[in-house]
T-cell receptor, first 114, second 112 residues
């Protein structure tokens, strides 16, 4: 089954404790993105990647890091989480060509930083 | 002014009616436009995308684009209670389609 998986699905952590949210897709997609979703603000893009070792900032990259060492994986790293990073996070992947630009979203990770 | 704007709703329509969802965007260079549906607690799923001015139909859904007015709309004909969800308008800023900006979403409620 074609899918994007994220782990963990739920996470409660404390300020300053480094964490990583993993994202993996099994569709051999070139493009991957991370978003956060907050009430009233919609989805905001954090980072995106057009291929292995190619990443770029979205609209809200501050406080986040990403890496794309393998095509299928695109982890999101919070080096020193703060309460304002409490949010619902989505990873998405997109194929190059075909039904172009159709983003497949993962199930989401709900992060709470206390 | 936000880059992509939508009425937050909720928009309530009776079952069987036409639901009309609107979206405006500020970047005249925007190339392609997307409508996503998001059920509560779930991830967004793509309904329609449109690149050219005019209408594009897919089943009960019609997307309309007017680049001169910087306006995108989604019409849902014969609305069903299962259409009750939040609808997100998204715009891509670049030719590769990876730099997306989303509107805040419109919550639609279809009443039986």
């Amino acid at each position: 089954e074609a899918q994007v998986t994220q782990n963990p699905r739920y996470l409660i952590t404390v300020t300053g404790k480094k964490l990583t949210v993993t994202c993996s897709q099994n569709m051999n997609h070139e493009y991957m993105s991370w978003y956060r979703q907050d009430p009233g603000l919609g989805l905001r893009q954090i980072y995106y990647s057009m291929n292995v070792e190619v990443t770029d900032k979205g609209d809200v990259p501050e406080g986040y890091k990403v890496s794309r060492k393998e095509k299928r994986n695109f982890p999101l790293i919070l080096e020193s989480p703060s309460p304002n990073q409490t949010s619902l996070y989505f990873c998405a992947s997109t194929a190059l060509g075909g039904r172009a630009y159709e983003q497949y979203f993962g199930p989401g990770t709900r992060l709470t930083v206390t | 002014q936000k880059e992509v704007e939508q009425n937050s709703g909720p928009l309530s329509v009776p079952e069987g009616a036409i639901a009309s969802l609107n979206c405006t965007y500020s970047d005249q260079g925007s190339q392609s436009f997307f409508w996503y549906r998001q059920y509560s607690g779930k991830s967004p799923e793509l309904i329609m995308f449109i690149y050219s001015n005019g209408d594009k139909e897919d089943g009960r859904f019609t997307a309309q684009l007017n680049k001169a007015s910087q306006y995108v709309s989604l019409l849902i004909r014969d609305s069903q209670p299962s259409d009750s969800a939040t609808y997100l308008c998204a715009v891509n800023r670049d030719n590769y389609g990876q730099n997306f900006v989303f509107g805040p979403g419109t919550r639609l409620s279809v009443l039986p």
